[in-house]
């Protein structure tokens, strides 16, 4: 395993980033924002897209800790016709519940998964803090698209240059290699989702 990230403090916050994808395999963008603040990092963005040819818009937002920790999350909008709002809460011992529900399946998890999205990527390449050359397995909490469920995933990450990475998922029946910014943030995930702007 490789340095882990040093905790940023107030006084020496990093840069707030933006981003604008725009998906490959069907019509749709999605803005991101990450701003550190009050000791906490900020994952903001909407999702603009077409599923099932129906036309598709998820605002979300996820907080964790100084050392990307996931604490919680939120997702609302509408799929087609249908509105939906998830709220998505972790204790310290990693018990998860969305809409006030338990979900025992994804206890321990560590990262939140968006599964409608490439920003929550970022949270297990800074956590980790991988040396290139280095790998490492964990378990994420997904919440599935279009079901908007929160399901176990195992996953693999392997930084295979200074901004690429290997990931894998479903026992590694799929396979990416994503390329990355200074930030952690994909700027390509191939055949899904490609970046057009970002600062």
Partial sequence: MGARVPMPSDAARPPDHCVLWRRLDMPGHEFARLVFADARWTLSGTAVLVHGQQPCRLDYLVVCDAQWQT???????SIGSAAHEIELSVDTARRWRLNGRDCPDVTGCIDVDLGFSPSTNLLPIRRLGLAVGHEASLRAAWLTFPGLTLQPLE?????????????????????????VNEAGLVTLYPDFWQLEAGA
């Fill in 71 to 77: 604490l919680s999350g939120r997702v609302a909008g």
């Fill in 155 to 179: 996953q693999l990450y392997r930084r295979t240059g200074a901004a690429t990475y290997r990931y894998e998922s479903a026992g590694g029946r799929f396979a990416r290699e994503l390329q």
